[in-house]
């Protein structure tokens, strides 16, 4: 079946400009992360969703980062204001219900965002 | 809180030695551990997870609740291995909450 989807694939955008990224999560799956990823760093925790509890924000850089998840389905990430430590690749992931266990996650391409 | 440790950023190895990615976390539960791999332009995967107890492209990580380690092991390092590998630990259950992951270490495999 489709895998995690992310649009666009590339972003580049003038400093103080808005963008939204979108993440589409596999069909089914309630749990939802956005992540940043630096050249050549490690994976950066922004935002969790998880059915229809409160989500996780505890990962959020600044007030200029929010995201939503409508429906419980697509999920977007905006920047307001955007400025050069932005630039990073940002990758979401979904997982299914835990059941008796822990499930992966499934990650997207992700999306390169340049800020100029 | 749960908390995943990866102590090496970058390990290199030439072809045909043994490798091992080490992991160390902290949880108060059974947690699940998982081993992520990011290939050179190619997305994040799951490599293998420890209730699976199997090996994957000849990794193997045995869980170690003594030491709360769950390393990566290899017996002969390929080319092939250079990549990005991320160490994860999540809860059980339906209150699992989420899933906490490594630094990273990036693995470079000298021919």
């Known amino acids: 079946g489709a895998g995690v989807s992310q649009s666009p694939s590339n972003k580049v955008t003038e400093k103080g400009k808005d963008v939204e990224l979108r993440c589409d999560p596999i069909?089914?799956?309630?749990?939802l992360y956005w992540y940043r990823q630096s050249l050549g760093q490690g994976l950066e925790f922004l935002i969790y969703?998880?059915?229809?509890?409160?989500?996780?924000k505890s990962g959020l850089p600044s007030d200029r980062f929010s995201a939503e998840r409508t429906g419980g389905s697509v999920s977007t990430l905006t920047i307001q204001r955007t400025q050069q430590e932005d630039s990073a690749v940002y990758l979401c992931?979904?997982?299914?219900?835990?059941?008796?266990?822990?499930?992966?996650?499934?990650f997207g391409n992700g999306t390169r965002l340049t800020v100029t | 809180a749960q908390r995943v440790t990866q102590p090496e950023k970058l390990l290199s190895v030439f072809k045909g030695a043994p490798v091992e990615l080490k992991c160390n976390y902290s949880?108060?539960?059974?947690?699940?551990l998982f081993w992520y791999v990011q290939y050179s332009r190619q997305r994040l995967q799951l490599l293998l997870r420890?209730?699976s107890r199997e090996s994957i492209k000849g990794f193997t990580a045995d869980l170690n609740k003594g030491e709360t380690s769950f390393h990566l092991k290899k017996p002969f390092a390929q080319e092939e291995d250079s990549a990005m590998y991320y160490c994860?630990?999540?809860?059980?259950?339906?209150?699992?909450?989420?899933?906490?992951f490594g630094d990273g270490t990036t693995l470079t495999v000298k021919p």
């Open positions: 994860a630990l999540s809860g059980r259950g339906t209150n699992a909450g989420k899933s906490t």
């Open positions: 992931a979904s997982s299914s219900i835990p059941g008796q266990g822990a499930s992966p996650l499934h």
């Open positions: 969703f998880q059915g229809n509890s409160a989500p996780d």
């Open positions: 949880y108060s539960g059974s947690p699940e």
């Open positions: 420890h209730i």
């Open positions: 069909s089914g799956h309630t749990a």
